[in-house]
């Protein structure tokens, strides 16, 4: 039997997207992310995983009840340079600009941009400046 590993990250379990086209998310996905070094795993039943990101398309089994409207969602960089190239890579494949890369009052030292998705969800990618991480990430098999 294969195993199959997650990693999660500090707070949340997974969100999910649900979108109108799922083929065009998933290739705004795939670049935005890849500049983050997180792998995009598409799979044969309407959705594909990121870490704990689902998008999937709404009559997808993973979709259940009522679409809702956008969402915001917010990736972790490993420092400012990396923020400006998720915002390039999001651009570039469609996204919208939502506040480009810059300083943000929240605390000092984040360093944040802004981008509405193909489906106008609001995704930000931060450094949080200085700080440090008891762990990178937590592993589950099963």
Aim: aromatic share 8%.
């Amino acid at each position: 039997m294969e195993t199959n590993r997650l990693h999660r990250g500090r707070l949340i379990d997974h969100i999910q997207l649900v979108v109108r086209d799922l083929e065009v998310s998933e290739t705004f996905y795939k670049a935005v992310l890849s500049v983050l070094d997180i792998p995009v795993v598409g799979t044969e039943n309407g959705y594909f995983m990121a870490d704990e990101l689902v998008v999937s398309s709404a009559d997808s089994v993973t979709a259940s009840g009522v679409l809702t409207g956008r969402h915001h969602l917010a990736f972790q960089a490993k420092d400012r340079e990396t923020v400006d190239a998720f915002y390039s890579a999001a651009l570039a494949q469609g996204g919208r600009d939502n506040g480009p890369p810059g300083l943000r009052p929240y605390h000092p030292g984040y360093y944040a941009a802004f981008v509405l998705d193909p489906d106008g969800n609001n995704i930000e990618v931060v450094h949080q400046g200085v700080a440090k991480r008891s762990a990178p990430s937590v592993t589950i098999d099963f």
